[in-house]
């Protein structure tokens, strides 16, 4: 049953300053109370966004989320706190928006979105607000709302800059196929914990898309549809980038090929964990030995900074295939490593293919994993 279009006495109290607002009034408040909002990812974006959201008075939020708060979280993820560590998202979020505003109904979803529940799950909502940080996720955000016509509420940050836009073909804008056909290849791009992220250019990102969401269910302004919004929180600049739907688009283009929503964990997933690997105790008993290896460091340089093995060679992942000539021949073995063992073992498997790693094993785990049991060598 979708709520009463009425405001109650305390409703009416709390969204005063809407209620009073030109061009907003008890009109605008009631669509919101009877919108709804599906947040897919309650972590540095879906914070600030969700917060505002339900400050808002958006009637329905659902959240989507399979993970855990972690104590790295917090240095961006404002919806947590350090009593939340190890909670799983979902519920820790829910309990906080529910303290901020007890007029709503939280659904908590947490599962990771995938082809099986994409659509069962965004056809409940009227807007999608893409809070991924993983191309996989934020292709089947864009291909899910454009098969459904759901306004796809975007955004996206790395390292010091972010990107916001509205997707919607069916209001006479593109989608996120029409700039970026297919994801990147794995590992050609870094992640938040593998390349850094300022923790408050997602506070900035993920206001603007509550804002775009806010706009859309309450019927003001003009949406960011057809433009893309570049915030550069180092020189504090926006740039509007215009955009087009493109007619040769594979989803929402005139002769759309792509009729189904892909395998996206297969397209873009981690190379096999069946690869040759050393785990932090067997790789302590080597270095304990004094068995010759050569060390491979295939983090940024960021990340080496930080922290890293004394005799390790440093090639950034996306340097390998340009500078594999400057690995060590010998001694032997040779163990790869990075921060949690995924471009390891994409290090790894390329090696491999080229015949270039034939005694060669990457480090499970990565430094995180070293790093649990044992501090590092000086």
């Not at 938040?192 to 206001?207: K, M, Q, R």
């Not at 960021?302 to 594999?324: M, N, T």
């Amino acid at each position: 049953m979708p709520p009463s279009d009425r405001l109650s006495p305390e409703e009416t109290r709390r969204y005063a300053r809407h209620l009073s607002l030109p061009g907003f009034g008890i009109n605008g408040q009631s669509r919101l109370k009877n919108g709804s909002v599906l947040c897919v990812g309650v972590g540095g974006l879906g914070s600030p966004a969700l917060m505002y959201l339900a400050a808002a008075g958006v009637g329905r939020i659902g959240l989507v989320d399979p993970d855990v708060v972690d104590e790295s979280n917090l240095q961006r993820q404002i919806l947590f706190s350090t009593n939340d560590i190890g909670r799983p998202k979902c519920e820790a979020a829910a309990d906080r928006l529910r303290h901020l505003n007890p007029h709503l109904n939280i659904e908590l979803h947490p599962v990771r979105l995938t082809r099986d529940n994409a659509e069962s799950l965004v056809s409940q909502y009227d807007i999608v607000l893409d809070g991924t940080d993983n191309f996989p996720t934020r292709y089947l955000c864009n291909d899910v709302a454009v098969r459904l016509q759901k306004p796809n509420v975007h955004g996206a940050i790395h390292r010091f800059e972010g990107q916001i836009s509205v997707f919607a073909p069916h209001l006479g804008g593109p989608c996120y196929r029409c700039l970026f056909p297919e994801p990147p290849p794995p590992g050609s791009v870094p992640s938040c914990a593998e390349g850094g992220v300022l923790g408050i250019l997602p506070g900035l990102v993920g206001t603007l898309q509550a804002t775009e969401a806010i706009k859309l269910l309450a019927g003001l302004g003009t949406p960011l549809i057809g433009r893309l919004l570049h915030v550069d929180a180092l020189s504090m600049r926006h740039r509007e980038i215009k955009l087009r739907p493109d007619p040769a688009c594979a989803l929402c283009g005139h002769t759309p090929t792509l009729t189904a929503l892909p395998d996206y964990p297969l397209t873009c997933e981690a190379p096999p964990a069946s690869l040759p690997s050393i785990t932090p105790d067997e790789f302590a008993a080597l270095r304990a030995a004094g068995t010759g290896f050569t060390l491979l460091d295939v983090r940024e340089s960021e990340e080496v900074a930080v922290a890293r093995f004394p005799d390790s060679c440093h090639i950034p992942l996306g340097q390998l295939i340009a500078r594999h000539h400057e690995i060590p021949a010998n001694p032997r073995p040779l163990i790869i490593h990075c921060k949690a063992g995924s471009r390891s073992a994409q290090a790894l498997q390329w090696l491999t293919q080229h015949h270039l790693a034939s005694d060669a094993v990457h480090l499970a785990g990565g430094l995180d994993a070293w790093l649990a049991i044992y501090p590092l060598p000086e």
